[in-house]
């Protein structure tokens, strides 16, 4: 501690009114999700139709400027300090769009997505490493894998979901499109940082995911902080679950995808958009209400910056969970191009609190080198009572 004021003091003697943060005590991640390679923008910097690699490719180009912003005094971890380093980058899914035609596939996707967010990221982390990159798969990655009611070109391509299953699982012998299986080759990881356990499902913690996540858990101690990052949001979608109907298939009519464990049981036909849940969220909840130490739940899918309270369909649960932006989908940032954002997630392990703020990345279109803006920000204890 007298070295750590010391070391503040010379910084503030040398006209550095801002100290960085240090390592071991924080980590600093940054968020995003529904890179959506393969479609284009309406508008975006003066362009129209604008593709997602242009897209893409600028939003890592802020990205790669997080190290070095002053987090403003917003009375969050880090208030008003220097950013010296990104120890993780988090994307979770839609990174291919689905195939439907005419969009590419999603081996060229995967390529356009690797250019950027593999190649393009000039991040380090707080020893100097490169930043980790961590990935879940959406659900357009899924049908791109499995298949999808309407037709696409090729009518499957599983390139993104294998890519994303040998850079996360790691397997001895790395999966091929020919052999991936998505019934059993889910993309469930894990791992302890600094007593905080962080945790990366497959779409939504259906039953099946829910087999995984109880073992998982088995294993750290029930005073552990837990945080889920997945693509669904905790109600997730009518669409994204299994057709009820024999033989359970995809049509057009019934627009179920067949991407999870469960048969719908609120009707035989998904809404076009959202649609009742319910029922489907009850396992989901007595899971949460069996595991209290998951405190945090980071999704996408359905886009915007968004920091609330999940609570259930009988208001009895209460999950901090955190909504974040699309470059190319967002709800808002679809139609307003300055309200586009990724999550600078500032996690301090110590003190067992997080704080998540929105970083606007293109609040000046025509002039993009005035940088991130801060906008809303949320700070939650992870303590587990």
Known sequence: MQRRLKSILFSLLMGLSCPVISFGQVIQMVYTSDAHYGITRKDFRGGTNVDAAVVNAAMIKAINSAPGLTLPRDGGI?????????DYL?????????????????????????KDYIDGVTLKDHQNRPAKLLLAPGNHDISNAIGYSKPMNPKTDPTAMVSIYNLMMKPAKPKTNQNYNYATDKINYSFNLHGIHIMFITLWPDSVERIWMKADLQ???????????????????????????????????????????????????????????DIEQQGWVKFLKAHPNIKAYFHGNSNWNEFYVYKGPANDVALNTFRVDSPMKGDYSSK?????????????????????????WNTHPANPEQGIEFGQVKTISLKVN
């Not at 994307?91 to 060229?108: C, F, K, L, V, W």
């Not at 109600?235 to 719908?264: G, I």
């Not at 300055?338 to 067992?352: C, E, G, P, V, W």
Request: glycine content about 4%; overall charge neutral.
């Open 90 to 114: 988090v994307q979770t899914g839609d990174i291919a769009n689905r195939m439907e035609i005419p969009y590419q596939s999603a081996a060229e996707s995967w390529a356009q997505f690797q």
């Open 78 to 86: 880090g208030s008003g300090k220097k950013v010296s380093a990104i």
């Open 336 to 360: 307003d191009e300055t309200k586009l954002s990724f999550q600078l997630i500032t996690l301090d392990t110590r003190a067992q609190r997080l704080t998540v703020r929105e970083c606007l």
């Open 219 to 277: 294993k750290v101690p029930k005073t552990t902080p837990v945080i889920v990052f997945c693509h669904d949001q905790p109600t997730c979608e009518s669409k994204h679950f299994t057709n009820p109907v024999p033989p359970y298939n995809m049509t057009p009519e019934n627009r179920f995808e067949n991407l999870t464990a469960e048969h719908y049981k609120e009707g035989t036909v998904a809404a076009k958009n959202d649609g009742a849940t």
